[in-house]
């Protein structure tokens, strides 16, 4: 694979990790257009009813089309939905070549966008790195998770000290991790579909829920956020509420609660133990074709999505700090595990050092 080959195709990645967060129940793809080894046209799929990012690409290249590259992060979209097939679109503009790393899993794609194209004549270029088929892959796997579940792929998110502590004894935990790490999670609020925080951290920490520029500027992401709220208890003056973008308040059954702004909606969960069924909830975004979700909540909800096996992703920020003290609090509360064999385990574990803060992301090894 030539060094040109391979920078085109990691264009469309970049592209695609753009739109990540803002396009469910779509996946995000990003394409571009390539002549003479020049990239004439780009393109990021659009929330519906917009294009997807093949037709975009092909539109900002305009004329220029014809015996053309046209290369994009997934296989392009092959039946009429709420978007036209992307292969009719790429063939009338003339591409001859497309290179795409992946088939797109939807079962009404699965292969056929690449057979359609090689029916017309397009040469169809599946050659890429391990690496890039796996960032491919990553782009794409809340998609596929929820294909094959219908509910999101949900990560919770730790931010600890070197001893396991969320907080001092008096409850001091501003600031555990570094800027560098503030600014990867900023990152993944914006790449999330749905952000879940509970009531506690509502009233305790007053946060906004939102993904935020190095300027500190909202970035619109994500599509949702959600207060899991028991008793119907956030105030109506909450800082989240004063933020754009649709807040989902969850609130047990036979709560009596109005909306405080227009764009808040409820939901009435049913309770298990006199707490929020966090099933339901997830069952919902599902609903709603959300892909991804992130918790970001203090000990008692972070340790309830554990305890209720509805966690597949962890990304926990380690800072190299001790703490101390056995009054100071750890990030899961609970009842926790009698037998250590109950542990919940990880399994494709990553590490990245952050400014001397460490991320360790892994999946969570499901077991029948």
């Not at 739109?19 to 469910?24: D, E, I, K, Q």
Request: hydrophobic share 40%.
């Amino acid at each position: 694979m030539s060094s040109q080959h391979a920078a085109h195709l990691d264009r469309t990645f970049e592209l695609a990790e753009q739109g990540l967060g803002g396009v469910a129940p779509r996946p995000s793809v990003g394409a571009v257009v390539v002549s003479e080894g020049v990239i004439i046209g780009e393109g990021i799929t659009e929330p519906r009813p917009g294009r997807h990012a093949e037709p975009i690409a092909l539109a900002a290249a305009g004329d220029k089309t014809r015996g053309a590259t046209l290369y994009c992060s997934l296989e392009p979209h092959a039946f009429q939905g709420v978007a036209p097939p992307c292969t009719e679109a790429i063939i009338a503009a003339g591409i001859t070549t497309v290179v795409s790393p992946i088939e797109d899993p939807n079962p009404s794609v699965s292969g056929n966008g690449f057979r359609q194209l090689k029916a017309a004549g397009i040469e169809v270029v599946r050659s890429a790195t391990n690496q890039q088929i796996r960032r491919a892959e990553l782009l794409i796997e809340g998609f596929t998770h929820h294909l094959n579940t219908r509910r999101p792929l949900v990560t919770l998110k730790l931010a600890t000290s070197l001893d396991g502590k969320i907080a001092t004894r008096t409850g001091d935990s501003q600031w555990i991790t570094n800027s560098s790490s503030r600014s990867r999670v900023h990152e993944m609020r914006r790449q999330t579909d749905a952000l879940i925080t509970g009531i506690g951290t509502v009233l305790t920490d007053k946060p906004r829920l939102t993904a935020r520029d190095s300027d500190g500027n909202p970035t619109g992401r994500p599509l949702l956020r959600v207060v899991v709220d028991t008793h119907g208890r956030i105030p109506a003056d909450a800082r989240l509420l004063q933020e754009p973008g649709e807040v989902l308040w969850v609130v047990g059954e036979g709560i009596d609660v109005t909306a405080p702004t227009d764009s808040t909606s409820i939901q009435k969960a049913g309770l298990i133990d006199g707490k929020i069924n966090l099933a339901e909830v997830i069952d919902e975004l599902g609903t709603r074709g959300l892909h991804t979700a992130m918790i970001e909540a203090g000990a008692g909800l972070a340790g309830a999505f554990i305890e209720a096996n509805l966690i597949d992703k962890v990304s926990a920020f380690i800072a190299p700090k001790f703490i101390g003290g056995t009054e100071a609090p750890g990030p899961l509360a609970g009842t926790g595990i009698s037998d250590i064999g109950e542990a919940l385990t990880l399994e494709n574990l990553t590490h990245t050092v952050i400014d001397g803060d460490i991320l360790v992301e892994g999946y969570v090894l499901k077991v029948d």
